[in-house]
């Protein structure tokens, strides 16, 4: 169906005093007795094209065509509207290419987030989802942008897999058979499965991530990662997407810097962009986005070690639900008074206690931390989970007996360390929490098309 987008209309002069064709939604409609004007939305931007329709030219109009939700093709002549100094259409014909009966669920101005989640195939339809998708596609791209100019191999991983990356047993079964007594014990049940052993659905690329830079030096994967932990918060989902560079050559120094970078880069793009989104966001979910983005990009992230971030904890005037002791992990909330409190700026901590971190992280000289970091920002938390790898053979397998892990199914994995090991590092960026944080969307559920999360799958 040949017509012009939206967008074009309403940014370029180019059309004013020409006759074009425009298809999208109505999204407002105010009727009168000479006159009719239709907000129209095809989805190409947030701002909506005002069509105009004189009574009295003659033009016949379907009852239907003022319906809010209806699907219209409009032919007219683009004009400038002097009073506001935006162009419209003077309608010369309308078809109604699907009707919308009063039972659409959009009848309302404003509808709760919750409310819109019911129907994730309708939401879309709105200002703010409008909004959270173009930003998402724009995101992704810069992304893909952002490494692609740097000489990065764009790889992808494996989303059914026999191992599990981070070792924590948090992995979705992937199964054609039902377990049933007939089995005599799991192996046999497994061995009569698919792929004749346990598999599930991969919580990360990572592993077959270093594989790929081992030969090709850098290299990031962007694809699904999937968790079954039972953790009902606003910023995790079941299904996620996940972007993981993995660089050869390189140390947690290193690493900390391209993620800088990257986030840097990535929210500059967004900004120049989407500023219709930008300013929307600012206006509907959080009072001061523009200014927080624009100190991103112009100042320094803090570099802070986990053992000094503990310290400053307990010297907190603040009680914590969980207590802080060097070698826990922390929660949420000590994340955030981090960032949120002491450095009202993004954080990458660094050098955990390796008790609480996985088998792959480099050991650190002092015996107790490993080189690994989360990057944490205010409002969201971590948003980036990432470190060097142990690239000593024996210092692996110890870690692995350590934390009382079997090497099986790992063999591939060891053998990067036993031909040709190099000093490497990756990262994982939550492309949902990173969404979260440029737009001031506070939920996961409302960044990504169909949320799935623990007891809710639509
Ligand atoms: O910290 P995580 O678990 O690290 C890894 O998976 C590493 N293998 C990554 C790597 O080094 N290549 O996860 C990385 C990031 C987190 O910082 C978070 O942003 C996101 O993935 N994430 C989730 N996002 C949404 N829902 C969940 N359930 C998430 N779990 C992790």
């Given at each position: 169906m040949k017509h012009t987008d939206i967008i074009d209309v309403i940014e370029k002069d180019d059309y004013l005093g020409k006759e074009i064709t425009v298809c999208g939604w109505v999204r407002t409609a105010r009727d009168s007795k000479n006159v009719a004007f239709l907000a129209l939305n095809d989805g190409t931007c947030l701002n909506h094209l005002q069509i105009v329709i004189d009574k009295n030219s003659g033009i016949e109009v379907d009852p239907e065509a003022t319906k809010l939700g209806a699907s219209l093709k409009v032919i007219g002549e683009v004009v400038k509207n002097d009073r506001n100094n935006t162009n419209e259409i003077n309608a010369k014909e309308i078809t109604v290419l699907g009707v919308c009966p009063a039972d659409y669920p959009l009848q309302k101005k404003f509808q709760k987030l919750e409310t819109l989640r019911e129907m994730p195939h309708i939401r879309v339809r709105t200002n703010t989802f409008n909004a959270v998708f173009r930003v998402r596609s724009v995101l992704a791209a810069a992304i893909h942008r952002f490494f692609q100019d740097r000489g990065y191999v764009y790889i992808n991983t494996p989303l059914i897999t026999g191992s599990d990356c981070e070792g924590a047993g948090e992995m979705f079964q992937v199964t054609t058979i039902g377990y049933s007594e007939d089995y005599k014990s799991e192996e046999e049940y497994y061995a009569d499965d698919f792929f004749g052993k346990k598999t599930g659905l991969s919580v990360s690329g990572q592993l077959e991530g270093e594989v790929a830079a081992m030969g090709l030096g850098k290299i990031y994967t962007f694809g699904p990662s999937f968790r079954a932990e039972n953790s009902n918060t606003q910023r995790h989902a079941a299904e996620f997407w996940h972007v993981e560079p993995e660089i050869a050559f390189c140390e947690l120094p290193d690493l900390i810097e391209i993620a800088e970078e990257m986030i840097k880069y990535i929210i500059k793009e967004y900004m120049d962009k989407c500023p219709e989104e930008l300013k929307f966001f600012e206006q509907r979910f959080e009072k001061g986005l523009t200014d927080k983005l624009l100190s991103v990009i112009n100042n320094d992230f803090a570099v802070v070690d986990y053992t000094d971030a503990i310290e400053l904890l307990k010297k907190a005037d603040v009680k914590f639900e969980f207590p802080v002791e060097w070698g826990c992990d922390l929660q949420s909330e000590h994340e955030r008074y981090i960032t949120e409190q002491i450095y009202k700026k993004p954080v990458f901590l660094i050098n955990y206690p390796k008790g609480i971190k996985s088998f792959y992280m480099k050991q650190n000289d002092?015996?107790?931390?490993?080189?690994a970091t989360d990057l944490l920002v205010p409002g969201v938390g971590e948003i980036i989970g990432g470190s060097e790898r142990e690239a000593d053979l024996n210092k692996l397998l110890s870690a692995m007996e350590e934390k009382g892990m079997s090497t099986e199914g790992y063999d591939f994995y060891l053998d990067l360390r036993k031909f040709g090991s190099v000093p490497h590092a990756g990262f994982g960026l939550g492309f949902e929490r990173i969404i979260m944080y440029v737009t001031g969307m506070s939920n996961i559920r409302d960044v990504i098309l169909y949320p799935r999360t623990v007891g809710s799958i639509k």
């Open positions: 002092d015996g107790k931390t490993v080189a």
